[in-house]
């Protein structure tokens, strides 16, 4: 039996992430999960699974479902909670599946902890690698991908010498506007931007498929789970999402992992790894798909893509400043505050004021963070 904790329960991954332990009631044991303000939904969850500890955002949150869970649950809240649920229980994996630069801290914690990650949270490593990826090695802690383009790459890498890689590219599926024009998204809509051809996804990680901002993460994030220079990692259009990414090794050999776009398969991978279980998801069909299609990145068409592998190279504070920006401007998107195109706008102009920090500790991230979110909010 599998002892897990859940970071985001009620989120996307979340709620995946307890698909795939209901396809597996024997093998899994749910030891603590933490959600945000959708309390009828975590209530749920915890009558279902009876963890032994659950964390909402507020202490008012706290109070009011209290009485709605069994006692043998201990109820904390706020960061503090999330901290406890990720450290604090005898679950020897915790699935990061926050959304954002929150779940740093709690990250960290489950890692100091001695808990491998389950990592759906890409934002602690594009704000902090060099301390996750430093501190997951001295404590000898699997960091173990769950989006389904670095499970893909962990699955192709398997066996593989290292020193053998060449380089691995990242598909894209384009998000909600592939194949609009620049002159075509001036008037999109809210509505428009979430509506993902391929994938069921939350808002702000679908507002940022759309900008292509995730696949920028995704790069940050590949640089420090893979240890690979920028220059190895390569991004490439392809709309049906059937290859999640790939691998070229150096005598031009690729090795490709393939599946339908299904967040299920990637998520159990991690939770069962090394092992591979039956799954309650559908099996591709090549014949079915008929055609695969891919596109040369096009970096004036995907400006903030661009504006991630700038910020990687830099390196320091510059892809805390990025994400942060990026947080701040797709809220305010999705509040109807500015227009889609203006979301690049408010990077760009971040990170022109940003100065750099390299190899920063975590109190200068969280304050670089809080900086240009302030920065952000204004423009």
């Given amino acids: 039996m599998k002892k897990i904790s859940i970071l985001g329960s009620t989120g996307s991954i979340g709620t995946q992430t307890l698909d795939v332990v209901s396809a597996h009631r024997d093998q899994f044991q749910v030891e603590g999960l933490a959600a945000g303000t959708n309390t009828d939904l975590l209530i749920q969850q915890v009558l279902e699974y009876r963890p032994r500890k659950v964390s909402v955002a507020t202490k008012e949150l706290a109070d009011r479902i209290k009485s709605q869970i069994p006692s043998s649950t201990q109820i904390f809240y ?32 489950a890692i100091e902890a001695g808990k491998h990650i389950g990592l759906a949270n890409k ?12 501190l997951a090695k001295e404590k000898g802690v699997k960091i173990l991908p769950i989006d389904s383009e670095h499970s893909a790459i962990f699955q192709c890498l398997n066996g593989e010498r290292r020193k053998d890689v060449a380089g691995i590219t990242i598909t894209a599926s384009g998000g909600s506007f592939r194949d609009l024009s620049r002159n075509e998204l001036v008037n999109v809509t809210v509505e428009d931007a979430l509506k993902h051809p391929n994938w069921s996804m939350g808002s702000k990680i679908t507002i940022d498929s759309a900008t292509m901002v ?7 994030e590949a640089h420090w789970l893979f240890d690979l220079p920028y220059d190895q990692i390569n991004v490439l259009l392809h709309p049906e999402s059937i290859i999640h990414s790939y691998v070229e090794f150096c005598d031009s050999s690729i090795i490709a992992q393939l599946g339908n776009p299904d967040m ?21 069909s090549l014949a079915e798909a008929g055609r695969l299609h891919f596109k040369e990145m096009d970096y004036v068409r995907f400006p903030c893509l661009r504006l991630a592998f700038e910020c990687g190279r830099m390196g320091g504070t510059a892809t805390t400043a990025f994400n942060a920006a990026n947080e701040v401007a797709v809220a305010r998107f ?3 505050e500015i227009s889609f195109l203006h979301i690049e706008e408010v ?8 100065v750099n920090m390299t190899n920063p500790d975590l109190g200068s991230i969280e304050e670089c963070d809080q900086r240009s979110r302030e920065i952000a909010s204004t423009i």
């Fill in 78 to 109: 706020g960061d503090s909670g999330l901290v406890e649920v990720a450290a604090g229980t005898e679950a020897e994996m915790v699935v990061t599946a926050v959304m954002g630069s929150v779940g740093l801290r709690s990250t960290m914690a």
């Fill in 123 to 134: 934002e602690s490593l594009v704000t902090a690698g060099h301390l996750v990826m430093s």
């Fill in 334 to 336: 999705l509040k109807r």
């Fill in 264 to 284: 299920r398969v990637p998520i159990q991978y991690a939770l069962t790894y090394p092992e591979r279980w039956p799954s309650p998801t559908g099996r591709l």
């Fill in 214 to 220: 995730n696949k920028g993460l995704e790069v940050i």
């Fill in 347 to 354: 990077i760009e102009r971040v990170l022109e004021q940003h």
